[in-house]
């Protein structure tokens, strides 16, 4: 089972690449996104603690990880006009994906993640 330090490291690694594709992207909001990853990379654990192996639930699921991907991209095809509206949209973006990256992890160890 990744640790908490694995799923803080993939999710910063991950909202830092996501952030570095955006067109408008500077240097600074590039580094918030390290934040903003290693962040929501635990969210998962944050929801449904890792008391046990069997700790996954609702949000360690492939319902999980398909609805995550849906809403990500549906925030990837946003077009915002204001500027609050380009935050959201950059914060969604990074944090979903640390989020997806979490339940990635995820998938790949002997439990698996369950249906639902």
């Known amino acids: 089972m990744p640790s908490r330090v694995t799923h803080e490291f993939a999710?910063?690694?991950t909202g830092m690449a996501v952030a570095a594709s955006i067109p408008s992207a500077s240097v600074?909001?590039?580094?918030a996104s390290y934040f903003i990853g290693k962040g929501a990379g635990c969210i998962p654990d944050l929801l449904e603690p890792a008391t046990s192996p069997n700790h996954r639930r609702v949000f360690h699921s492939w319902i999980a990880l398909a609805a995550m991907g849906y809403g990500w991209k549906k925030a990837y095809d946003w077009e915002p006009k204001s500027d609050l509206d380009k935050f959201i949209r950059y914060v969604a973006l990074v944090g979903g994906a640390a989020v997806i990256s979490h339940l990635a992890?995820?998938?790949f160890t002997p439990k698996s993640l369950p249906l639902m």
């Open 11 to 13: 999710g910063s690694i």
């Open 28 to 31: 600074i909001s590039v580094g």
């Open 105 to 107: 992890l995820d998938s």
